[in-house]
């Protein structure tokens, strides 16, 4: 079963401006990743937070975690064409490996 | 080697026919997994292997699912007895315990 559930399912935005999606999760978690997946093939990891971190920045790219409201965000800054791409959240829980996927937000940036 | 690979990268079988999929993890990763993305969705768990431990078999969806892992290195995903609904794209992972997990291209299996 998916347990985070990403927020918007699709967003579109002009080359340059910034995207911002949502994860939420249900159970307590060791970390929560983020992975970009580009016409439906292989995933890209873009940046783990673990759990007692809050924020975390990566490039063009800031992840936050807030613990206590069982989110976290992916902010993509200056975007651009290439960025294009589902992205996807994923829970790694206490003590366990198995990932736990959201459904993902489709990003399309437009030229 | 630099990244997991997956062969074939694109299958595909008439309903009623066996199918095998291979991985090759990262050399030195102990863990491996395979997930399944059906059209539109997220990943879902389908097993997981880790060193000369039993494989966590809790996410196949069937028993015609089956899974081994050879040497600990690559791994076989077999589907047996096609149906429609196994048609979907099957990633491999693989990372070192408890590690981030690096993806795969993917094998896109189309079931007619």
């Known amino acids: 079963s998916q347990q985070g559930e990403e927020d918007p399912q699709a967003l579109s935005i002009q080359e340059g401006e910034n995207a911002t999606m949502n994860c939420s999760y249900k159970?307590?978690?060791?970390?929560l990743q983020w992975y970009r997946q580009n016409s439906g093939r292989g995933l890209v990891h873009l940046i783990l937070?673990?759990?007692?971190?809050r924020e975390k920045h990566s490039g063009r790219l800031r992840v936050t975690l807030d613990t206590s409201k069982k989110s976290s965000s992916l902010l993509i800054t200056a975007s651009r064409a290439a960025d294009t791409a589902s992205y996807f959240c994923a829970t790694s829980p206490l003590g366990g490996y198995k990932l736990s996927f959201g459904a993902g937000t489709t990003v399309t940036v437009r030229a | 080697g630099a990244g997991v690979s997956q062969s074939p990268s694109n299958k595909v079988t008439e309903k009623g026919k066996d199918v095998e999929l291979r991985c090759d993890p990262i050399s030195g990763h102990t863990a491996l997994y395979w997930y399944r993305q059906s059209l539109g969705q997220g990943l879902e768990f389908l097993i997981y292997f880790q060193g000369n431990s039993a494989p966590d078999k809790s996410g196949l969806p069937s028993d015609r699912f089956s899974a081994e892992r050879t040497g600990g290195s690559v791994s076989t995903l077999t589907i047996q007895r096609t149906q429609q609904e196994d048609s979907a794209v099957y990633l491999c992972?693989?990372?070192?315990?408890?590690?981030?997990?690096?993806f795969g291209p993917g094998t896109r299996l189309t079931v007619l």
């Open positions: 992972a693989s990372s070192r315990p408890s590690d981030t997990q690096y």
């Open positions: 937070i673990r759990s007692n971190e």
């Open positions: 159970t307590s978690i060791n970390n």
